[in-house]
């Protein structure tokens, strides 16, 4: 039987290609465009491995993943990005992700990184493999830590950053505005800011938009 897998990713062109490429040798179960919708994907058609863009609307796939790993099933995780960064990249590894390959590299590559995550492997683009040693062999890079925000929060970010109205925020979470309202406050409160404009730069910063 042909590994399944799940693809999300809100670039269309992209997503379309790499589907032809991989159902060659493998099953793409489906392809969604958005957090959200790999979530309950991943649930219902319970794939071998989900590869994800780490930037999509709804809910970003770092924190989409985070929020799988709390179901007793877990898929192999390939994060396919445009971010070059090995900070992005360990921050995906410490997530519960496999692989991480960037958009630049061929789909010669990321067969190659399937190939290692369904052995039990790990792969990163070589690319950025520097940047991950030196950080391993330099303990203070590790150490700047990212303002702690609950995962609830950081879906609220994301989904403020979109442009998305106090409302609007409250059905796509299914909380009331009243509670939104609180999250944004505390988040104004734990980040230090005083303008929402401050809060659109720290989702930026998170990569939690584009």
Known sequence: MK?????????????????????????????????????????????????????????NGLDCVRSLRKDSYVPKIIFLTMHVDSELARECFNSGGSAFVTKESCYDEIVVAIEAVLANHTYVTPGIAAGLIDGLRDPAATDQQQESLTLRQREILQLF??????????????????????????????????????????????????
């Open 3 to 59: 590994p399944r897998i799940l693809v999300a990713d809100d670039h269309a062109l992209f997503a379309e290609a790499l589907t032809r490429v991989l159902n060659e040798k493998y099953q793409v179960v489906e392809v969604v465009r958005d957090g959200k919708a790999l979530q309950v994907s991943a649930r219902l058609n319970r794939p071998d491995i989900i590869i994800t863009d780490i930037t999509m609307p709804l809910m």
């Open 161 to 210: 950053a979109e442009g998305k109205t106090m409302k609007e925020i409250a059905t796509i979470t299914t909380l009331s505005t009243r509670t939104v309202e609180w999250h944004k406050y505390r988040m104004m409160k734990l980040l230090r800011v005083r303008h929402s404009s401050e809060l659109v730069q720290h989702a930026l910063k998170l990569k939690l938009v584009a």
